[in-house]
């Protein structure tokens, strides 16, 4: 009983930290103060798009990223990925069964879809690391080897989330922003999707001209460009350095020559979090009086996050155990666990925020996701330390 206490202590401190810089966000958007009005978060925005997320995840990276941790973790990024896979699909079923207004379906897909794969696992895994007697063995092995794989979950959800859930959600919300041009352009909405002119040059061209087409007309509506996005780029950069040995000795480690820019990179990284959490926190004002969330979507995203996507990260874990594809490392296979359990992710405010579509929805998702994070957080990973310790 004692230790089930301390793990619900444990595992609520992330929870409540992220809350309360909410209501600082939220205390900062109020009218009579103005600190974080409309035009200020989306500034703010942009610093956390094009600054404080790419410092983020290169400097978490890029310092424990070998060549060594990439092959004994090669199986973390397509958990990751599956985890996204997933949350899609058990997206469009609450969007099937809730019937959500068209401009927030993307926004659902996204909150079941990516997690927060940072800040949960960055402060529950070190802290049961520190437990002495705890089910991962010697605190200082743990807190190293667990950090490395929090790290890269972190990396993977971040690209993830720019590059597969961006893209997605900007598809899903396109057509509310296409809507005008095609109303002042014809006097009926049923616009046809190929002219007859295209029909017959389509039945004229070979296949490889009809393939050649599509992948065109999917670049366009997709935007392959966005795939590399700062913090996709920063990334990329990251894992260079890391694996490539007088690199990393010139910029990594203490008495590196260069090792300025890593301890500059990281100051600027810190300041990600906190800063996205406020954005949060200050679209929540605006969603609180006027959010077109139905509470039966609302319900419908705790279900999938919570209780359908841990059981399926379980039956895909221990079935890649099974087949030999990760370890018996408990630690490591904890850590493939829990990224199946947390709440969504946070730049997903960022992410509406550039969109200018959804952002008070997302707050109150996010507001009751978080609420009641705890006793996921509480009730998960301690069946998942049973499990494999």
Avoid at 70 to 77: A, E, Q, R, S, T
Avoid at 110 to 116: D, H, L, T, V
Avoid at 137 to 155: A, F, H, I
Wanted: proline share 5%.
């Amino acid at each position: 009983m004692v230790k089930l206490l301390h793990l619900f202590i444990t595992s609520s401190k992330p929870v409540v930290e992220i809350l309360l810089i909410t209501l600082v966000g939220f205390y900062m958007a109020l009218d009579g103060v103005n600190l974080l009005g409309q035009d200020a978060r989306k500034y703010l925005n942009n610093i956390v798009f094009y600054v404080f997320s790419p410092s983020l995840i290169g400097s978490r990276l890029v310092d424990s990223v070998t060549y060594e941790s990439l092959v004994k973790m090669w199986f973390m990024p397509v958990n990751v990925l599956f985890t996204f896979i997933i949350g899609s699909f058990l997206g469009w079923i609450v969007i099937v069964i809730t019937k959500p207004p068209s401009h927030l379906r993307g926004l659902i897909v996204g909150c079941c879809a990516s997690g927060n794969l940072g800040t949960m696992p960055l402060i529950i895994v070190p802290a049961i690391c520190k437990q002495r007697g705890g089910p991962f063995g010697d605190p200082e092995n743990c807190q190293k080897y667990g950090m490395g794989y929090v790290t890269l979950s972190m990396t993977m959800g971040t690209i993830y989330s720019w590059t597969y859930v961006y893209n997605i959600m900007r598809v899903l919300i396109s057509p509310i922003e296409t809507q005008p041009s095609i109303e002042s352009n014809y006097d009926t909405c049923k616009v046809p999707l190929i002219s007859s002119q295209e029909e017959e040059d389509n039945q004229k061209a070979g296949r490889w001209e009809k393939v050649k087409r599509r992948i065109v007309s999917l670049s366009e509506k997709v935007k392959l460009s966005t795939i590399f996005a700062p913090a996709t780029i920063a990334a990329m950069i990251a894992l260079v350095i890391g694996l490539i040995t007088p690199l990393r000795k010139l910029i990594i480690g203490n008495g590196a020559p260069l090792g300025v820019l890593q301890d500059s990179l990281t100051l600027v990284g810190d300041g990600a979090i906190p800063a996205m959490t406020l954005i949060v926190g200050g679209n929540l004002l605006k969603g609180m009086s006027s959010s077109g969330m139905k509470k039966s979507t609302i319900i419908g995203v705790l279900v999938a996050r919570y209780i359908l996507l841990p059981i399926s990260g379980l039956l895909i874990v221990r079935g890649a155990y099974k087949l030999d594809l990760i370890t018996s490392e408990p630690l490591y296979q904890f850590v493939l666990l829990i990224q199946y359990a947390v709440p969504p992710a946070m730049n997903l405010g960022t992410i509406t925020q550039l969109f200018g579509a959804g952002e008070s929805e997302c707050s109150v998702i996010m507001l009751w996701t978080y609420a009641l994070a705890s006793v996921s957080l509480t009730a998960w990973p301690t069946f998942f330390m049973w499990l494999v310790a």
